[in-house]
């Protein structure tokens, strides 16, 4: 298929969030602009309309294509954007499992056919950016630098790809100089490398002091998340550290990585409070501290962390509500920590909604009232 054909689709018989996809095409061929200005609006215009908060849409596996075409244009300008356009849609869902999981009414799904069809467009979506793996491929290998580190970010997605996957990704990642494409790989393999796997010890190898900061920090994030509670001992020092140091330069070259979603230090606190229990409570310190400094969805990223550590999951605490008697000292604290957060407030419905979950007050008020009662 070339790009050419995109006009040979019936687009106004297609959907996508916002209605017909009749402007699809002038969308995905707004991409070739030589202006910057222009390129960004399309763009945006495609994270509504073939993509809207993490759902896909009849429109969205036509479109596919002719995106992938786009990344074997030579005239195409950042591609690198292409490529993280194409790892969101292979992981869409069904509208209807989003609005499912966010409790959205039926009205909000009103011309929308029925379940079975949606998800068969999450499904041909997902397949149809699979096809495209060969030039993920081929970009990793001689593409332009954000070209190379954007291509390990979609080739993520294919976890049922991972044997095949693996050893070129390892091979890449050999040959490869930069460290923001090599800690973008390693990203990569810590989705498709399993715990024991024969590639764990070379990612263990990349966590070595004679490598960038960078790739030490991916390669113990990757670790981290392959082996849990397996992790070795100097892999959690590491993402302690992580925690413990504000590291203005690792934390820029990690907002360089399509895998950024947030600081470095709130991704690196949720993984703390997986990789074991007494792990967890070893960085308590240095998960408060990352709390202080944090703001905004960070710090409710990193407040997470803190609920699960110190309190039961709230699949286990079966509704009911915590006992002022019962807090520990530690949980004291953190509610005492989270009540003077402003910044943290400022996402307040989100946070409310994590607190009641853990079966805690909602509200910095209620929070200090909670503390300041004791009943005999």
């Known amino acids: 298929m070339q790009l050419d054909d995109i006009f040979r689709i019936d687009w106004r018989n297609l959907t996508h969030a916002l209605g017909a996809a009749e402007d699809v095409p002038q969308q995905i061929l707004g991409l070739m602009s030589d202006k910057a200005s222009a390129r960004a609006q399309v763009l945006n215009q495609l994270y509504s309309t073939i993509w809207h908060e993490g759902m896909v849409f009849e429109a969205t596996a036509y479109a596919v294509p002719f995106l992938i075409q786009l990344l074997e244009h030579p005239n195409v300008q950042e591609k690198d954007q292409v490529l993280v356009l194409l790892s969101n849609l292979a992981s869409g869902q069904a509208p209807v499992d989003v609005m499912s999981s966010t409790k959205e009414s039926g009205q909000e799904q009103a011309g929308l056919p029925n379940a079975a069809t949606q998800r068969r467009w999450a499904y041909d979506t997902y397949k149809t950016v699979m096809r495209g793996i060969s030039v993920f491929i081929r970009l990793l290998e001689k593409g332009k630098l954000e070209e190379r580190i954007a291509a390990p970010y979609v080739l993520s997605c294919f976890d049922s790809e991972a044997d095949k996957l693996t050893p070129i990704l390892i091979s890449m990642l050999k040959k490869e100089q ?199």
Request: proline share 5%; with cysteine; charged share 20%.
């Open 178 to 376: 930069d460290p923001s494409v090599q800690g973008s790989i390693l990203m990569c393999l810590g989705t498709f490398v399993s715990s024991g796997s024969k590639y764990e010890s070379v990612l263990l190898s990349y966590a070595e002091a004679k490598h960038p900061r960078i790739v030490r920090a991916m390669a113990a994030l990757a670790v981290g998340r392959i082996s849990l509670e397996r992790s070795p001992t100097f892999i959690v020092r590491m993402l302690i550290d992580i925690l413990n140091h504000d590291d203005s330069n690792l934390e820029t070259a990690y907002q360089r990585l399509p895998w950024a979603n947030g600081s470095l230090a709130a991704n690196t606190a949720l993984l703390v409070c997986v990789v074991g229990e007494e792990h967890a409570r070893w960085a308590y310190p240095d998960l408060m501290r990352a709390l202080t400094y944090a703001d905004g969805r960070n710090a409710q990223m990193i407040l997470q962390a803190l609920l699960l550590t110190l309190f039961p999951e709230p699949s286990q605490n079966n509704g009911e509500t915590v006992s002022r008697n019962s807090l520990s000292a530690r949980q004291f604290d953190l509610l005492d920590a989270v009540a003077n957060h402003d910044s943290l407030w400022a996402r307040n419905f989100e946070v409310s909604a994590q607190l009641r979950s853990f079966g805690l007050p909602d509200w910095p008020e209620k929070i200090q009232t909670f503390l300041a009662r004791r009943t005999t």
